[in-house]
């Protein structure tokens, strides 16, 4: 068996396309802009990639930047106030803070202080709850994205028996609860669980979140199954360069699986277009405007 390579980059362009349309009917009928506060604290290397490369989605979306770059020294009181602002000022339907922060400021007091109706990464604890409970709210855009990947593959993902490979707050937590909330049959596998390759071989849907390269091979996979791989990972290539890789040993499971996500151009893309999706869902409920059909 060789599997159909799911192409996040096609699928986050034509969600990417929804969006940008969208916004700009948002603005010709109801005269209504949409905009996003990006805040980056400090010269984090890889974070002011993300950044940027956020920046230019959200520019060509349509949707109005409003970054806001701040020195590795900026106290967290500082930090605070600026939220604080960012929450009052109607212009701004979208914040997100980018990971991590300095050490001086606690990253938990700062997703907890955005305003949950402008929480585009779907952190706040009020948005977790939310969605926890099945409830609408701004989901975090990583778990979204392999949740959109699950579904161009699978028309329903009703009945599925579907294993998630790490529990982090920011994709295992949450991507699990959106698939009960597709009532998929759900297990969270993590570092402790007994004979992971084993639980692995049962999914119908694989999600790998957990940070180690190349950790899910081959024989963890049930023929057929799809797999979704969230992890990036730099490991050391030929010449001395480097190279990235996923969670999944990625020619092995192509050999297996049904459908298998790349690294790079998977869920990566896909986290970007989600993230303009909440901005434009934000802009909607702020209006009590009906969520855009997309």
Same mark, same amino acid.
């Given at each position: 068996?060789?599997?159909?390579?799911?192409?996040?980059?096609?699928?986050?362009?034509?969600?990417?396309?929804?969006?940008?349309?969208?916004?700009?009917?948002?603005?010709?009928?109801?005269?209504?802009?949409?905009?996003?506060?990006?805040?980056?604290?400090?010269?984090?290397?890889?974070?002011?990639?993300?950044?940027?490369?956020?920046?230019?989605?959200?520019?060509?979306?349509?949707?109005?930047?409003?970054?806001?770059?701040?020195?590795?020294?900026?106290?967290?009181?500082?930090?605070?106030?600026?939220?604080?602002?960012?929450?009052?000022?109607?212009?701004?339907?979208?914040?997100?803070?980018?990971?991590?922060?300095?050490?001086?400021?606690?990253?938990?007091?700062?997703?907890?202080?955005?305003?949950?109706?402008?929480?585009?990464?779907?952190?706040?604890?009020?948005? @977790? +709850?939310? #969605?926890?409970?099945?409830?609408? /709210?701004?989901? !975090?855009? $990583?778990?979204?994205?392999? %949740? &959109?990947?699950?579904?161009?593959?699978?028309?329903?993902?009703?009945?599925?028996?579907?294993?998630?490979?790490?529990?982090?707050?920011?994709?295992?937590?949450?991507?699990?609860?959106?698939?009960?909330?597709?009532?998929?049959?759900?297990?969270?596998?993590?570092?402790?669980?007994?004979?992971?390759?084993?639980?692995?071989?049962?999914?119908?849907?694989?999600?790998?979140?957990?940070?180690?390269?190349?950790?899910?091979?081959?024989?963890?996979?049930?023929?057929?199954?799809?797999?979704?791989?969230?992890?990036?990972?730099?490991?050391?290539?030929?010449?001395?360069?480097?190279?990235?890789?996923?969670?999944?040993?990625?020619?092995?499971?192509?050999?297996? @699986? +049904?459908? #298998?996500?790349?690294?790079?151009? /998977?869920?990566? !893309?896909? $986290?970007?277009?989600?993230? %303009? &999706?909440?901005?434009?869902?934000?802009?909607?409920?702020?209006?009590?405007?009906?969520?855009?059909?997309?």
């Amino acid at each position: 068996m060789t599997a159909r390579i799911i192409d996040g980059k096609a699928i986050a362009a034509d969600l990417r396309g929804k969006v940008t349309d969208a916004v700009h009917r948002l603005l010709r009928d109801r005269g209504i802009a949409t905009g996003i506060a990006v805040v980056l604290v400090g010269q984090n290397p890889a974070s002011k990639i993300y950044v940027h490369n956020k920046s230019n989605a959200v520019t060509a979306a349509g949707i109005r930047p409003f970054d806001q770059h701040l020195p590795a020294s900026t106290s967290e009181a500082e930090l605070l106030d600026l939220i604080a602002r960012l929450n009052a000022d109607e212009k701004v339907n979208g914040i997100l803070v980018q990971l991590p922060l300095p050490p001086q400021i606690d990253p938990q007091k700062i997703i907890a202080a955005i305003d949950p109706a402008k929480d585009v990464d779907g952190f706040h604890p009020l948005n @977790a +709850g939310r #969605l926890a409970r099945g409830l609408p /709210g701004l989901a !975090p855009c $990583t778990p979204l994205g392999c %949740l &959109l990947l699950a579904k161009s593959v699978h028309a329903s993902l009703a009945g599925l028996e579907a294993v998630v490979v790490g529990r982090s707050n920011i994709v295992g937590k949450p991507a699990a609860k959106m698939l009960l909330a597709e009532n998929a049959t759900v297990t969270i596998a993590h570092s402790k669980t007994q004979d992971l390759p084993a639980v692995c071989r049962r999914a119908d849907l694989l999600i790998a979140a957990i940070g180690k390269p190349e950790f899910v091979r081959g024989d963890w996979i049930k023929p057929g199954a799809t797999v979704i791989d969230v992890g990036i990972n730099r490991i050391a290539g030929g010449g001395g360069k480097s190279r990235i890789v996923g969670d999944v040993a990625f020619a092995e499971a192509a050999a297996v @699986a +049904g459908a #298998l996500t790349p690294v790079p151009g /998977g869920v990566g !893309p896909m $986290t970007v277009a989600c993230l %303009l &999706l909440n901005t434009l869902r934000a802009a909607c409920a702020q209006n009590d405007l009906p969520p855009p059909s997309i």
